[in-house]
């Protein structure tokens, strides 16, 4: 992967098998809490980020980029729970986590932050999900392993 010329202002991520690496809605059962130190599903589940998700993050925030959330999660309490309990809601200037489209979440984004589509960067697993929000004009990354300092490091 080349290192690109940009003058990207949003950087945005999904968090199924992105951020995290798992499908709340499949694999995980809210609510969730902090036992021992560690992150538990409702069954005793350990929960975790990807390995390089904090790094990658702190390098974003140290860019000055803004940082936004796009995720179809139909649990979206359990995804800001985790999001709090992991500790990495910091991070984050916007949040769309509902069903739907992510074309929809792209252009609530869009308002929210007054950026243009063509000043944001998306992280995604899924390759319809990147198919579509390219069609607006942001530029769209395919993390099929979830996401990687490596991709960050290079992309950014």
């Given at each position: 992967m080349m290192r690109m010329s940009n003058n990207f202002k949003l950087v945005v991520f999904d968090l199924d098998m992105t951020l995290w690496p798992f499908r709340l809605d499949k694999h995980m059962k809210s609510p969730f809490k902090k036992e021992r130190g560690r992150v538990v599903d409702s069954i005793g589940q350990m929960v975790s980020l990807m390995d390089d998700t904090v790094q990658s993050l702190e390098y974003v925030k140290g860019k000055d980029y803004q940082i936004g959330i796009a995720s179809r999660i139909e649990d979206i309490c359990g995804a800001y729970q985790l999001i709090n309990l992991l500790e990495i809601s910091h991070y984050f200037d916007y949040r769309e986590i509902y069903p739907g489209c992510k074309m929809k979440h792209f252009v609530s984004l869009q308002s929210k932050s007054n950026i243009s589509f063509k000043d944001m960067i998306f992280f995604d697993d899924d390759m319809r999900?990147?198919?579509?929000?390219?069609?607006?004009?942001?530029?769209?990354v395919h993390v099929p392993n979830g996401i990687s300092k490596e991709y960050i490091f290079t992309v950014l």
């Open positions: 999900n990147t198919r579509d929000v390219s069609r607006l004009g942001v530029h769209t």
